[in-house]
């Protein structure tokens, strides 16, 4: 079966920098829009960021150019790239993929998760 693997979370310092890395098996990954999402402790799964299978990329507005998510096709692999961390981005993140030309913000329109990998920014 379809297979999301992330990878690269941890324990940082604020303002430090942190790659998360999603791997994917089992599906024709450039036919599908990747997306991260976050979730925090008592608060409610959050979009982080979407590419489509095309590379249009859309953002959500508190990254403010922090964060920078990226592809490669070649390996079946999302990326983002997180940098100038702050203590309130501390959550799972988890990567999604959905079969589509779009470019879904949703969580709920997503396919396939991964199981998430935790980021923990201390201040």
């Known amino acids: 079966q379809v297979q999301l693997v992330e990878s690269g979370g941890g324990l940082v310092q604020a303002g430090g920098s942190l790659r998360l890395s999603c791997a994917a098996s089992r599906l024709t990954f450039n036919r599908y829009a990747m997306g991260w999402f976050r979730q925090a402790p008592g608060k409610e799964r959050e979009f982080v960021a979407v590419i489509s299978r095309d590379s249009y990329i859309v953002y959500a507005d508190f990254v403010k150019g922090r964060f920078t998510i990226s592809r490669d096709n070649a390996k079946n692999t999302v990326f983002l790239q997180m940098s100038s961390l702050k203590p309130e981005d501390t959550a799972v993140y988890s990567c999604?993929?959905?079969?589509?030309?779009?470019?879904?913000?949703?969580?709920?329109?997503?396919?396939?998760w991964g199981q998430g990998t935790q980021v923990t920014v201390s201040s």
């Open positions: 999604a993929g959905k079969y589509s030309t779009a470019y879904p913000r949703a969580w709920t329109e997503y396919d396939y």
